[in-house]
T-cell receptor
Framework: LAKTTQPISMDSYEGQEVNITCSHN???????ITWYQQFPSQGPRFIIQ???TKVTNEVASLFIPADRKSSTLSLPRVSLSDTAVYYC?????????????FGTGTRLKVLA | ETGVTQTPRHLVMGMTNKKSLKCEQH?????MYWYKQSAKKPLELMFV???????ENNSVPSRFSPECPNSSHLFLHLHTLQPEDSALYLC???????????????FGSGTQLSVL
C-alpha cells in the first residue's frame, strides 16, 4: 500500500517561501501525487497535482524528482491565511478499489 | 463553494437516537466517499461508492449505515452511536475513470457530530 510521510508541523513568517516535503517510497507507476489544504472544521481543498517534474499553478508549485519517491510543495510568500494542515496523497489500490488514504499531514503555522 | 453540500452542519444526538447525514454533489461525479475526522487526527476513509455501488467498507461498525440512492446523493444513517463517534464527518466526490489515477476529491464542509 502506498504511504506518505510528512513533517508533523512547520512554522514560517509572512512573506517567506515555504517548502513541505513528502516521502512516498512505494508510489506505484500509475499514481499521481496530490496535495490538499485543510482549515479547521472544513473539508480539505485541492491545491495541486502532478506526476513528474514540476507543476505550477496560481497557488503553489510542486516539484517531483525523477524517481518520484518524494515531492515538495512550495508555497511562495505565505500569509497568515495560509495557516492550515497540508496533506500529501498518492493513490492507494487495494482489493481492486482505488481509494485515497490521508496521512497525518503537515500543520503549517504562519507567524506575523 | 466546492459543489458538494452537506447537511446538517452541526448535529447533537443522544446514544439512543437515529439520525441521518446527507450529502449532495452538483458536479456530475460518479464516485462518493464518507470520511471521519476525529479531533487532531487524520481523516479516516469509511465508505466508497462508485457508480452507486459500494466498493469499500473500511471496517466501519454497523451502527454506521451508508446509502447511495443515485450518483448525486449519499447518506450516512446513524443509530446507537457512542460518545467516541463524535467527530467531523466529511463527504467527498470525484470523477472516477477506469485506468486513470489522477482523480481529484472535492469535499463538503462536513457535519460536526456530537454524541452525548
Amino acid at each position: 500500500l502506498a504511504k506518505t510521510t510528512q513533517p508533523i508541523s512547520m512554522d514560517s513568517y509572512e512573506g517567506q517561501e515555504v517548502n513541505i516535503t513528502c516521502s512516498h517510497n512505494n508510489i506505484a507507476t500509475n499514481d499521481y501525487i496530490t496535495w490538499y489544504q485543510q482549515f479547521p472544521s472544513q473539508g480539505p481543498r485541492f491545491i495541486i497535482q502532478g506526476y513528474k517534474t514540476k507543476v505550477t499553478n496560481e497557488v503553489a508549485s510542486l516539484f517531483i524528482p525523477a524517481d518520484r519517491k518524494s515531492s515538495t510543495l512550495s508555497l511562495p510568500r505565505v500569509s497568515l491565511s495560509d495557516t492550515a494542515v497540508y496533506y500529501c496523497l498518492v493513490g492507494d489500490i487495494a482489493s481492486g478499489t482505488y481509494k485515497y488514504i490521508f496521512g497525518t499531514g503537515t500543520r503549517l503555522k504562519v507567524l506575523a | 463553494e466546492t459543489g458538494v453540500t452537506q447537511t446538517p452542519r452541526h448535529l447533537v444526538m443522544g446514544m439512543t437516537n437515529k439520525k441521518s447525514l446527507k450529502c449532495e454533489q452538483h458536479l456530475g461525479h460518479n464516485a462518493m466517499y464518507w470520511y471521519k475526522q476525529s479531533a487532531k487526527k487524520p481523516l479516516e476513509l469509511m465508505f466508497v461508492y462508485n457508480f452507486k455501488e459500494q466498493t469499500e467498507n473500511n471496517s466501519v461498525p454497523s451502527r454506521f449505515s451508508p446509502e447511495c440512492p443515485n450518483s448525486s446523493h449519499l447518506f450516512l444513517h446513524l443509530h446507537t452511536l457512542q460518545p467516541e463517534d463524535s467527530a467531523l464527518y466529511l463527504c467527498a466526490s470525484s470523477q472516477a475513470m477506469k485506468g486513470q489515477y489522477n482523480e481529484k476529491l472535492f469535499f463538503g464542509s462536513g457535519t460536526q457530530l456530537s454524541v452525548l
